[in-house]
């Protein structure tokens, strides 16, 4: 945050911004000192706002030729494929925009976990992105249901009928989320209402997330306080858009190959079949990004358990702040915290494979070590690390090495990408 | 860094920014042209319409792609005062034999050119239609006499498959 | 010590990973499907005009009698990218099928010959009534089949070719048939397809396997009707994006230059 009072050259621009001091916003997000040794991981979350939006101009355009009802959404949808100008592409973006955006809200996760940016001061912004994740999970999860396939019947089934689960009243929250006795006509209209304003509310959260990130500025890979503004940072424009624009323009190369070549490889075939109460289809699973917590539901034999589990395994991500007590950082300079970081990282794709296949013999086996191994790394590893891990020295600055005299700057340099 | 001097415009920034323009305009286009009729709504089909019982005098109004088409059998009066009217009367001069293929069948979009109101028949000051929503005169062919209206009423495109038959579109 | 765990780690990830996609792109093929070289598939994957064509005919003389096709219009026959019969042909191919229309003006439903506009006139009233006729087994609407099936092409193409003598152990009951790529293996659709069963009107020999080809590239692209123009528009959008991707590249290592050589 540049400390200086920005006035605006032009009367017109001074006057208006003396009643809506946009321009000094836009100044601020220019000049904002953003460290210059951040590496590309850095980079997911321009691109999530690309996702977001992407996800919110596209599916506009589909509300207009959609149609929320039981009998006619399966249809609608094959209009939208067949019929309306472009609306093959507009839909298979949307769809795969899902993907894209969990595949880079995954990523952007990571990268935290990484260099340790959910530790003080930055609890709050981390928060709010937990946040987001839960919205989008229920965003993409009702969205999913839309189309009115087999997939989207069964799988808006198995989903509201976790609530069951708490005692007492489940049942009837249950009903209360379906409007009647089943997963119906009523259940598609209210999923369709909340899929449109959700990602709205995960815009406002978004401007939050951003501007709790500006109070205290970015971490970076080396994990340490900046002095902003100075030498070890730059301003946003051009030097952070630039590179954020190259960052995006590769994702979306991927992004385009599903999207042209393989816009269902993601889906599941069952989806194409239109929803029939009286069938379940043999092999049940969610998206791929629901998987890991998919496993933790089924890992363990019991219902309301099951269910807790799961909703812990993200609520315990929320409270990461404070069960991980190490001061530093970034795991450069934490060696068995990276250690640790990687199996996390094993353990969740392990989990997301199980939760893929059938829940029996080996699969279940597995999943459940792996279920016991997430909430250990959380619950016991990342407490215990952070008193008896014997962390690297630390660098005073991520240009100056010389004032601490610390050789590990070149070590910091080196390391700071998980290529090595 | 904080000097800002003005940059060198750059061949490859100048590139950079107009191939990223071109890309975003090419990826606004399909925004705008699903807004647009749809294949089906194109295809859609002719209305055939069975004129056996309709007398001199009378008109029937019939759906055609959303819009009301007029279907009149006129008398002999009014084709006599249709064809009559000097060119040089009206606001949009046409002929009566260009609207009308078989004078006694006037067949033409009941559509105001004015905002898109549906006109009243045998209203108004030329005993053709009259709009009520802004008071615009149609004659006996259709055509626009008196009012804000800027056109004739648009006559579809049609033909006489038999001699009770007539297809539109 | 260190290093090697974390490879093995990393290792761990990677296999996992492949195992995963691999896994989400044979979801359920447990048995080797047949497959054969589709021309729709790949970067620049087009359809075999010709094959579409007949696919169209095997679809029209054999399976429209049980199987409904109910999100297709006559005029999809003559649209780019598709069979592209002239309009003239796809006229005379809706007006063979009679269509039920109304009401008229007194109020009566009647029946006229099928027009370009409408959809592909269906084998039975409703679900039930389809039910009723093929031994409660509904025969699902092929509009979008291929893409229903896990397989999908392949699938298609290797089910139809895969009934065969059921082994001893299994006994089948009336109306049931063995075909070893079904889900079960116990199909109840008696193979559909014979040799010479439709007379190609291109004079192609109207073998099993042919007619098995024809009849999936033509669901492919009853399925997937814009495969074309999605292909090429892919191609180019990513051309774009490649050059775009340079263009930027060179951009950021000037501006980025200005930092470093200050360091």
Sequence with gaps: MSDHEYTPKSKVGKWFNDRLPILTLANHLTDYPTPKNLNYWWTFGGILTFCLITQIITGLTLAMHYIAHADMAFESVEKIMRDVNYGWLIRYIHANGASMFFLAVYIHIFRSLFYGSYKSPREIIWIIGIIIYLLMMASAFMGYVLPWGQMSFWGATVITNLFSAIPLVGEGIVTWLWGGYSVDNPTLTRFFTLHYLIPFLILGLVVLHIWALHVPGNNNPVGIDIKKPSKDTVPFHPYIVIKDAFALLMFMIVFAFFVFYAPNILGHADNYIEANPMVTPAHIVPEWYLLPFYAILRSIPDKLLGVLAMLFAIIILALLPWLDTSKIRSAVFRPLYKQFYWILLADVLILGYVGAMPAEGLYLLIARIATFYYFLHFLVILPVLGFKEKTLPIPLSITDPVLGGSPNLAIAKNRDSFDN | MTDKKPERREFLFTASYVAGAVGVAAAVWPLVDQMNPDASVKALASTEVDISSVKPGNTITVLWRGKPVFIRRRTQEEISEAKSVKMEDLKHPEKDEDRAKDPEWLVMLGVCTHLGCVPLNDKGDYKGWFCPCHGSHYDTSGRIRKGPAPLNMEIPKYEFVDASTIKIG | ?263
């Excluded at chain 3, 780019?80 to 229309?101: H, L, M, N």
């Excluded at chain 3, 070893?180 to 009107?201: C, D, F, H, Q, R």
């Excluded at chain 3, 399925?223 to 090429?232: D, G």
């Design chain 3, 1 to 263: 010590m260190i290093i090697s765990l974390k490879h093995i780690i990393k290792l761990i990830v990677i296999l996992t990973l492949v195992n995963f996609i691999n896994h989400i792109v044979n979801a359920a093929e447990k048995v080797e499907l047949l497959k054969t070289d589709w021309t729709f598939k790949g970067l620049f994957g087009k359809f075999d005009r010709g094959s579409l064509q007949r696919g169209y005919q095997v679809y029209s003389q054999v399976c429209s009698s049980c199987h409904s096709m109910k999100y297709l219009s006559y005029r999809n026959l003559t649209e780019k990218g598709g069979p592209e019969f002239t309009e003239e042909q796809a006229k005379a191919i809706a007006a063979s099928y009679e269509v039920k229309d109304g009401p008229n003006a007194d109020g009566e439903m009647f029946v006229r010959p099928g027009k370009l506009s409408d959809k592909f006139v269906q084998p039975y009233d409703n679900v039930k009534a389809a039910q009723a006729a093929n031994g409660g087994a509904y025969p699902p609407d092929m509009s979008v089949l291929i893409k229903a099936r896990s397989g999908g092409a392949n699938y298609i193409y290797s089910l139809l070719q895969g009934y065969e003598d059921p082994p001893a152990e299994v006994t089948l009951d009336e109306g049931v048939y063995y075909n070893k790529y079904m889900y079960g293996n116990k199909i109840k659709m008696a193979s559909p397809l014979s040799e010479g069963i439709v007379t190609y009107s291109d004079g192609t020999e109207a073998t099993v396997e042919q007619m098995s080809k024809d009849i999936t590239t033509f669901l492919m692209w009853t399925a997937e009707p814009h495969l074309e123009s999605r292909h090429k528009m892919g191609f180019k959008a990513i051309i774009y994006l490649i050059i775009l991707t340079i263009l930027v590249y060179f951009s950021m290592k000037k501006i980025w230059s200005r930092i470093e050589s200050e360091v």
